[in-house]
C-alpha cells in the first residue's frame, strides 16, 4: 500500500523548514560575510534530506522560497552597496545550497539504512 505523499511526518517537517528559513534569514542580516549563512544553510538542508530522505527536495524547495519569499517582500533592504551584494550572495547561495545539502542529506540517510538491513541479512 502506497503512502500519500503529504502526512504528517512531512508537515512537521515542513514546520521545522520554515523555522530553518527565519534562521537563515536572520544569519544573512547579520553576517559580515557570507560564510555564516552557507554553512547553516548547508547545516539545516543536510538534516531536512536526512529527515525526509525521499521528500528532502519539498523541503528544500520550502526552504528556498520561504527565505526568498520573505527577504523580497518582508524585509527591509540595506541601502550599503557592499551590503546589498553580500546579502543577495548570502540569500541565492543559501537557496542553492537547500537543495544541495537535502540532495546529500537524503543520499546519506539512504546508505546508511540500506547498510544496516545489508548487517541484518548476514
Avoid at 523555522?19 to 547553516?40: E, K, N, Q, T
Avoid at 537543495?99 to 540500506?114: A, E
Amino acid at each position: 500500500m502506497a503512502t500519500p505523499f503529504f502526512d504528517r511526518r512531512l508537515f512537521l517537517n515542513s514546520i521545522l523548514t520554515l523555522l530553518g528559513s527565519a534562521l537563515i534569514l536572520y544569519c544573512i542580516r547579520v553576517a559580515i560575510a557570507a560564510h555564516l549563512p552557507y554553512l547553516v544553510a548547508t547545516i539545516l538542508a543536510t538534516t531536512l534530506g536526512f529527515l525526509e530522505p525521499r521528500k528532502g527536495w519539498f523541503l528544500a524547495l520550502i526552504q528556498a522560497g520561504s527565505i526568498w519569499i520573505v527577504y523580497m517582500f518582508f524585509l527591509e533592504h540595506p541601502t550599503n552597496s557592499f551590503h546589498i551584494e553580500l546579502e543577495n550572495f548570502g540569500l541565492y547561495g543559501s537557496m542553492i545550497l537547500s537543495f544541495v545539502g537535502s540532495f546529500v542529506g537524503g543520499r546519506l540517510k539512504r546508505i546508511l539504512d540500506s547498510g544496516k538491513s545489508g548487517r541484518r541479512k548476514s
